[in-house]
């Protein structure tokens, strides 16, 4: 069973600061769409071998703290969030506005419970 720690919002950025300052790796980060309650984010750290995971519950809507000024690469994974979920994430230090996969006539999310389709060539 894998454990995963409760993750307050108020604490994404001091928990990420205080993993690098630990030399612990950032191996990424996951979204879950659990419907009307919201989406699940998790935070994936690791340190000679050892995975902590990290839970982060809110509601639809709710703009979460960039942990990029941290761990630099988690710009690619929270802009990957954002297209894929539509999870929003503040400080983010390179914002790629919900276009770093998606094309222009992609007008939903496709992994945030709705159906995407494109216009016809």
């Known amino acids: 069973m894998l454990e995963t720690i ?3 919002l108020d604490a994404v950025v001091a928990v990420a600061k205080e993993h690098f300052d630990g030399g612990w790796r950032l191996v990424t980060m996951s979204a879950v769409d ?62 790629f506005g919900g276009a770093l996969y998606l094309e222009a006539e992609v007008r939903a999310m496709p992994f945030c419970k709705v159906s995407v389709a494109q216009k016809p060539s």
């Open 6 to 8: 409760p993750l307050t």
């Open 34 to 95: 659990t419907g009307e309650d919201g989406f699940e984010l998790f935070y994936h750290y690791d340190k000679d071998l050892v995975m902590k995971h990290y839970r982060l519950n809110i509601p639809k809507e709710t703009v979460v703290p960039s942990i990029s000024p941290v761990y630099f690469a988690a710009l690619l994974v929270e802009n990957e969030i954002r297209d894929q979920f539509g999870i929003c994430f503040s400080d983010i230090v390179l914002d």
